[in-house]
């Protein structure tokens, strides 16, 4: 006890270099917290809005189908597996069938995915109401990037090609009966979403579907009929990927300001250690051993870390709340690129992740403290009495 108050003396006596060291350390855990706060509240916007409008809870793949192989679509589709038929009915599996089809906007030819979906469905945010067919049209709804890469708007009609189940080409005039937005560009980009008894009626695959999307609550976990089974973990792998490698450039920015503000204590103390000499001398005059006064450097500079924590609070705490408020506005490029962002990013806060930035301080402020005051220990005492520390 006797040494931890007389290391709090300490610093408090000396001055301007506390204050320099605390500023800096909080301005290190401030920043921390805002940007993993940043980068947690994102991860998890991301992965709700990709089960929100996207992949469900989980999913049921037909054997051929693969994500990431546009080859696959021709044979990707068949009959659902008649051990869910009480899920379909129920509502808890909406079937999706894609085909690769072409639409021409403006005269111009863009291929596409085109999505059969049932317009009762209500797992998915995608506006499937707008796909019941009125007065003999087929309408169709699309995303916003969709819509401002054909230059379609709301009612408009277009022409939209494809090859039914026997790859004979099929051509029909389709209305815009909605456009949606969302974050989700495996939603919207390249995509337009038809009712899937119309898409039934224009290729010939009457009650087949591509994949079929899960509540939570069906309840199933495994492969069922043959389907592949896929759970949320696997259809968040962009996600996932993503996430890993923001994490790694969390840990890099981290690295970099954690050193900066650990230089200025590792510098101070060195310096300390230097101009107190004597006073180390006496220290053990009175009776410290030299591993006692080693252990009173290191909680001084260990101390600097937990006034920063504390410093940090008060001012960090409001700006912070305000940037929950606030957000980071995003540029519309990000979602253009598949990331599910919005036009702004949130931070969630986690206490793991603030108690964790807050451990990592503390732990390599007390590190960079020893280091230079471990060498007391080996030096003459009576040398130190004299100034004479090497």
Known sequence: ??????????????????????A???????IMTAYNGILDGWIEQSRRDTMDWDTGWSQLWQPNYDKYDIFSLPDAH??????IDDLLKTGMAAPVLVIQASVYPQGRMMNIQLKGIDPEQHILKIPSLSLRSTGGETPVVIGKRMAATTRLKKGDRVM???RDRNGIFDAREV????IFETTVGSADTGQMWIALDDLYAMTGMQDEATYIVMQRESLVNA???GWHFKDNDFLQTDNRMLEQSSRAESLIIFAILLTLALLAVYDTQTLSIFRRQKEIGT?????????????????????????AAIFGTIWGSPLLYWFTKTGLPMPEAYGDVGMAVGKAMYPAYKLTTITTTILVVIVFSALVSYLPARKIAHQNMVWALKGKIN
Request: glycine fraction near 10%; avoid cysteine; charge should be positive.
């Open 175 to 178: 209305r815009v009966a909605a």
């Open 1 to 22: 006890m006797l040494i931890i108050r007389t290391a709090f003396k300490n610093i408090i006596g000396a001055g301007r270099a506390t204050w320099l060291n605390i």
């Open 223 to 225: 492969n069922v009929g």
């Open 283 to 307: 220290y053990v005059a009175l009776g410290m051993t030299p591993r006692e006064v080693t252990g009173l450097f290191t909680i001084e500079g260990t101390t600097y870390s937990l006034f």
């Open 78 to 83: 068949g009959k659902t597996p008649a051990q």
């Open 160 to 162: 939209i090609r494809w």
């Open 24 to 30: 800096v350390l909080s301005f290190v855990l401030v």
